[in-house]
């Protein structure tokens, strides 16, 4: 019986980027955290925020880890696991668009090892706003859902170990679609609020047909992207340049021994990067 | 402990006997076509009676001839917790033999682990059969050892992409709470975020090994003691030979009868369809919310939790 739609998915990428619902409005509203191009979010769904901040939390991550410099105890904060409970997976609760003011100032040594997570969460998110808030808001809103697609899209080929060269468009699709079920799984079971399991439905049903639909668009990108949209949304705005070296300590399995190393970057990725780590060993010290 | 896959192919199977059975009213095959995605998406969630009842509850007053999507997936939403509950209530008692500590060599998580690799296996055909929502796909790489990409030799498993997408999701779902944004307490918001983030994570190579690498011994214990999933039950052999759900027709009194000797699955299966039919009778005004309480085995634990 699949017949939830006849089409859905070709109705679904007309309005992929609509606004999910005043929750989504509501939250965003609050904080700086992932909230770059803040004309735009009418047009928003949680996703389509983007993977600069989850990408630059992960990367961040991997450098704590190859820098020889930096504390074990940054280092388990940074520490986190799709595979097990963690402490370290707060630093994703970080992203989320809500700033707490007593957390930003008092000091990681006073904290338990979520808090510190967290708060790792927060500079990066902080340092991802500052970084490409501009280029948000320099674009033309209409354009902005594919702005994020564009920077999404680059972001997770050049993070991610796959050789995309071998990949086709349609076993993209299948893998990112497919990624949904095991990862409610890993949650258990997925848990409502308990004051609003009923909302809740719909705005799931609603991010589950988005995120489908989001799939298809990114692997199209991923796979063929148009080479004068490349030019203007990663190249003339300097969004990522891989020879930057934070980024590639970041990718190369090559440990550090000096802040230095990775300083000294071209791109805006390059330099949030290396900001992120800064901030967060600076917090530690 | 924790099923997954279970739960959406007893959702599954239930709806296709609830269409068969033409024991839906307008309203709800209404819902559970145009947002079968959103039973099947609820089935996986838990604390289902906290609105299941409420739902139905709420929409049975006053109804029109058609709800708005958001209502109709509401009671899709309805029908999926319901059926959940079906799923549980008939494998947790086999659950509950097993030793909660992950560490024994025979564990209630595994114990669930080894229930979802068996319906994999059995029900989704290990992925060759996806489910029937075109928003929920299962394929034979759902239980691969970090996801492969390409069908190439030298592929590398897209464990980078899986870990970038897979926090992006648990992110995105927490923000589909509302506490997020309003609740103002930072302590407070921590510790929700825990429940969200914290509690319950399961380990997805379990799932792995259960269906790449099945101990003999665990299936036979898991599996095989407790007679899991019997494909010569009549009510699973009826259920898979459905193929589609447009005609309908009386089946036999008999193959809904419950009985010790089924399989876990045939008695989930009965129990979710029991469920579901009286909360559509209570939707209907044929029976009070006792009684609907009643068959759904409605105890004090369930409104505490």
């Known amino acids: 019986m699949k017949t939830e739609m006849n089409n859905p998915i070709d109705e679904l990428s007309r309005r992929t980027f609509i606004k999910l619902s005043a929750i989504a409005g509501a939250g965003l509203m609050l904080g700086p955290s992932l909230t770059f191009g803040e004309d735009a979010s009418e047009d928003r769904t949680y996703f389509v925020n983007g993977m600069i901040p989850a990408c630059l939390l992960l990367q961040t991550a991997e450098l704590a880890r190859k820098a020889t410099f930096v504390s074990q105890e940054m280092k388990k904060a940074l520490d986190f696991s799709i595979y097990l409970t963690n402490e370290a997976n707060f630093a994703f609760a970080g992203l989320l668009p809500h700033e707490w003011k007593a957390l930003t100032k008092s000091s990681f040594a006073d904290m338990p090892k979520e808090k510190q997570a967290f708060k790792?969460?927060?500079?990066v998110s902080n340092t991802a706003n500052e970084h490409f808030s501009e280029i948000y808001s320099n674009c033309e809103r209409s354009k902005i859902?594919?702005?994020?697609?564009?920077?999404d899209a680059c972001l997770l080929k050049h993070v991610?170990?796959?050789d995309i060269k071998q990949?086709?468009?349609e076993e993209l699709v299948t893998f990112l679609r497919t990624l949904v079920s095991p990862m409610i799984t890993r949650t258990h079971t997925l848990r409502p609020d308990r004051d609003d399991g009923m909302n809740w439905i719909v705005r799931m049903t609603k991010w589950n047909r988005d995120y489908y639909a989001y799939a298809e668009n990114l692997a199209d990108i991923m796979t063929k992207p148009d080479p004068i949209k490349v030019d203007n949304y990663i190249k003339k705005l300097n969004f990522i340049d891989l020879s930057d070296k934070s980024i590639r300590y970041a990718i190369e399995g090559v440990d550090f021994g000096e802040m230095h190393q990775v300083d000294g970057n071209r791109s805006l990725y390059g330099k949030a990067l290396y900001e992120s780590l800064k901030r967060i060993y600076d917090g530690f010290k | 402990m924790s099923e997954h896959y279970s739960h959406i192919a007893v959702y599954e199977d239930t709806v296709k006997l609830l269409f068969v059975t033409d024991r839906l009213p307008g309203v709800f095959k209404t819902a559970l076509t145009q947002f079968y995605d959103s039973g099947l998406i609820a089935s996986?969630?838990?604390?289902?009676?906290?609105?299941?009842?409420?739902i139905l509850e709420k929409y049975k007053v006053n109804q029109p001839s058609s709800f708005d999507d958001e209502t109709s997936m509401k009671l899709a939403g309805a029908i999926g917790w319901l059926t959940h509950r079906g799923a549980d209530l008939a494998a947790k008692p086999i659950l509950k033999l097993f030793d909660s500590n992950k560490s024994s060599h025979f564990n209630n998580t595994e114990c669930s682990v080894y229930f979802d690799a068996e319906v994999?296996?059995?029900v989704f055909q290990s992925g060759k059969k996806s489910t029937r929502s075109m928003y929920n796909l299962i394929t034979p790489s759902s239980f691969t050892k970090h996801f492969n990409l390409a069908n190439t030799p030298n592929a590398k498993p897209a464990e980078a992409l899986e870990r970038i997408l897979s926090f992006h999701m648990i992110t995105d779902w927490t923000m589909l709470n509302p506490f997020v944004s309003t609740e103002t307490d930072c302590t407070i918001w921590l510790q929700k975020m825990q429940k969200q983030l914290h509690d319950y994570h399961e380990d997805y190579r379990m799932y792995v090994e259960a269906v790449q690498n099945p101990q003999k011994d665990k299936t036979q214990k898991y599996l095989i003691d407790h007679n899991y999933y019997n494909p010569h039950d009549d009510i699973i052999r009826r259920v898979r030979s459905i193929a589609d759900t447009e005609h309908t027709e009386e089946l036999p009194v008999t193959l809904f009868k419950e009985s010790d000797s089924l399989s876990v699955y045939a008695r989930a299966l009965l129990k979710a369809y029991k469920y579901t039919t009286a909360g559509i009778r209570f939707f209907q005004n044929e029976i009070s919310k006792d009684?609907?309480?009643?068959?759904?085995?409605?105890?004090?634990?369930?409104?505490?939790?």
Do not use: C
Not at chain 1, 145 to 151: D, F, I, K, N, W
Not at chain 2, 295 to 301: A, G, L, N, P, S
């Open chain 1, 120 to 123: 790792a969460g927060m500079i």
């Open chain 1, 145 to 151: 859902p594919e702005l994020r697609l564009y920077h």
């Open chain 1, 160 to 162: 991610s170990d796959i």
């Open chain 1, 167 to 169: 990949v086709t468009k």
């Open chain 2, 44 to 54: 996986t969630s838990r604390d289902g009676l906290l609105w299941a009842i409420p």
């Open chain 2, 120 to 122: 994999y296996r059995q």
């Open chain 2, 291 to 305: 009684e609907f309480g009643q068959i759904i085995e409605r105890t004090k634990h369930d409104n505490e939790n």
